[in-house]
């Protein structure tokens, strides 16, 4: 059992079999080369130009996850060697988690282990439904803290969960698509990143399954992020940024009761 919000961000170990084929080094087949790397990288963001992977646990406390209230979630980001990056810890107030839930509004500010800060994360309160088109989810992400490096937008869509990633003059560079079913028993859930017109995919964030007890009776969630090499590593930064947007509206457990959004109500 776990205590509701305590997680970690890691990334997932190398390829088992054929590491030593260039070919086989890449994350996944689909995935192909977007954009250039951006020459002035913000402070902190130089641990991103490697990876193309990585994922987020939310680890268990001796807590469980059903205790009936809501506390701040935690994280931890680590290389694929196991190696702690970053920690990242919601700021929100008692009653806004208890009473919103899910939904609620909330700043995540992620900094090296030493305490620099890197990441700002703002999230105002917002609506998930699809009945509610002028009210859907946003988040906000700065790099260093108070200067704004992208925005990751809920594109209203009838049936399937839709974002748009855009950067700091909000121009959509980036579409995250997800499955009409957000809920599956013993398989992965996916997330395609997708080029701005969606004509092909650049990249997935995955919510890993990670058993039937630990998935009813915990709230640990991995979330495993792809994404090109070459790509901007500001926009990666915004891409972590909409796998947390991601785990707060679907994968979040409030409660006695997991008050978890979906695309027809929340």
């Keep these: 059992p776990s ?25 996944h087949s689909s995935i192909t080369p977007y954009l250039p790397v951006s020459t002035g990288i913000p402070p902190g963001l130089e641990y991103l130009m490697q990876g193309g992977v990585t994922a987020i646990t939310v680890s268990p406390l001796p807590l469980p996850a059903f205790i009936g209230f809501e506390t701040a979630n935690k994280y931890e980001l680590r290389d694929g060697l196991g190696r702690r990056l970053f920690e990242a810890e919601e700021q929100s107030d008692c009653c806004t988690r208890n009473c919103c839930g899910s939904l609620r509004r909330l700043r995540l500010n992620v900094a090296e282990p030493g305490g620099r800060p890197v990441l700002r994360l703002l999230r105002p309160i917002k609506c998930t439904t699809c009945w509610c088109p002028c009210c859907l989810q946003e988040l906000e992400v700065q790099c260093p803290p108070g200067t704004t490096i992208g925005h990751v937008v809920q594109t209203w869509h009838p049936f399937t969960p839709k974002f748009s990633v855009q950067n700091a003059e909000k121009q ?3 579409r995250v698509l997800g499955p009409c079913c957000v809920f599956r028993c013993g398989g992965d859930i996916n997330f395609e990143v997708k080029t701005s017109n969606e004509s092909r995919g650049v990249g997935r964030i995955s919510k890993q399954w990670g058993g039937l007890l630990k998935e009813v009776f915990t709230d640990t969630d991995v979330f495993g992020i792809q994404f090109p090499v070459d790509l901007d590593v500001k926009m990666k930064a915004v891409l972590l940024g909409a796998c947390f947007l991601i785990d707060y509206m679907f994968f979040e457990k409030s409660g006695t009761t997991s008050q978890r959004s979906t695309v027809l109500s929340s």
């Design 3 to 27: 205590n509701p919000g305590v997680g970690q961000l890691v990334q997932p170990q190398s390829p088992p079999q054929a590491y030593g084929d260039p070919a086989a080094q890449q994350p």
């Design 172 to 174: 959509t560079v980036l």
